[in-house]
DNA sequence: CTATAAAAAGACAAAAAAGGTCCTTTAGGT
DNA sequence: ACCTAAAGGACCTTTTTTGTCTTTTTATAG
């Protein structure tokens, strides 16, 4: 139950890859592909989500590439997770109005609202320059 | 992403049925069913599920049914979740040695550690009585 | 301005999981 | 013996996951 797809664990692969370049450097999808050891068709989808939320910059045509958009230390885990996945929700009636009829008398709803708070406060409070294992200088 | 599934829900609606029964009273698949709107053969499974790791009593032929095999401030939330979803595992490194290659030295790996331990503290915190909105005779 | 390079977009498809149904068997009562 | 109700298992449909492939767009180099 509540388990992460290979999208997700893909997606952190992916960025990893791109946190541990040089600042500015462009990376090729079949590059971060084969070294993170993502199918490249499907890294490509993952890197074009990315794009659409603002994480990394694309360039196409020769010397194209990928780069982060923010240095690692203000990108978080959630941030990439979500960016594949959609937003963390444990349970439908945490969508928004109407998903469950009985949302407000529900008592089983505000259990499964703590459970997404506690998920998000986690992932949200670490960043992907921590998961790289790069000790930024001081 | 990390949704309930609709049995886990099923699940939760099936056993508060239950928890608001007079106790010792038996209950048959139907009833439950109807009374809490899950398909009935749907359900029969997942009170299977129930008998299984020995949350409810069931009782074959004529005057039997299903009741549950503790009282309900003895079940948690977490127990009636895994009981048909299986353990709380938000990553396959957490199954145990050997899922992933690399989990002594992945940075990722102890994030998604704790966010099991989170979910599990907060599922092991709440038991079924509290849901069912019973207040208990002082 | 044309060839080349690389990402974007979108259609397609296999495999797995979710969500059920149905039928036969087993156990208990009358 | 006969009825009742759960257990077990085979089967099915739909949705989601996990990809692939082809075409299009955008950019650069010569
Ligand atoms: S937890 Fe309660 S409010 Fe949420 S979907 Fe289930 S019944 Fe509806
Ligand atoms: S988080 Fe790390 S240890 Fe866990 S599956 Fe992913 S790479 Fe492996």
Chains 1, 2 share one sequence.
């Not at 490509?44 to 603002?54: E, M, S, Y």
């Not at 960043?127 to 294992?133: D, K, M, P, S, Y």
Request: proline share 5%.
């Amino acid at each position: 139950m509540m388990e992460l797809t290979r999208k997700g664990e893909y997606a952190i692969r992916g960025i990893l890859y791109l946190a541990r370049q040089p600042q500015g450097k462009l990376s090729l999808v079949g590059e971060i592909a084969a070294a993170s050891g993502v199918p490249k068709t499907f890294l490509a989808k993952i890197l074009q989500d990315f794009t659409k939320v603002g994480l990394v910059y694309s360039f196409r045509g020769t010397g194209g590439g990928f780069s982060l958009a923010r240095t690692p230390d203000r990108i978080t885990l959630r941030e990439v997770v979500e960016a594949v996945e959609g937003p963390i929700l444990p349970n439908r009636c945490l969508i928004g109005a109407g998903s469950c009829e009985n949302d407000s008398s529900c008592l089983v709803h505000p259990v499964w609202k703590r459970v997404r708070d506690e998920i998000v406060t986690i992932l949200d409070g670490v960043t992907i320059e921590e998961l790289a294992g790069e000790d930024h200088p001081t």
